[in-house]
């Protein structure tokens, strides 16, 4: 199985910046389909971000294009945030998505992210 691990959440004012990361590690994952997800305060978890872990490739939610980056380095993918708003609150989250690509089936436990205005 694979396992992930979110880091770096904390609290930030609006316009500033934060850096999230996912350990990934458990089995082969080259192939995998990664995502992030965030739950904000009484609302559904929604995307973020998804992430293609050989090719680099992302697709970013409406409200963050701009503003937040995903990338890798080894076995951590990560999740710049900048610009941050009030509205970016929420327990953040990784997700992978094995082949054939179908869910995701693989979550971390979330690391919590707090703007003030």
């Known amino acids: 199985q694979v396992q992930l691990v979110e880091s770096g959440g904390g609290a930030a004012q609006a316009g500033g910046s934060l850096r999230l990361s996912c350990a990934v590690s458990?089995?082969?994952?080259?192939?995998?389909?990664m995502g992030w997800f965030r739950q904000g305060p009484g609302r559904e978890r929604e995307f973020v971000a998804t992430y293609t872990w050989s090719g680099g490739r992302a697709s970013y939610r409406d409200s963050v294009q701009g503003r937040f980056t995903v990338s890798r380095e080894k076995d951590t993918m990560y999740l710049q945030m900048d610009s941050l708003k009030p509205e970016d609150t929420g327990v953040y989250y990784c997700a992978a998505d094995d082949p054939p690509w179908n869910s995701f089936d693989y979550w971390g436990q979330g690391t919590q992210v707090t703007v003030s205005s």
């Open positions: 458990g089995r082969t994952f080259v192939n995998y389909r």
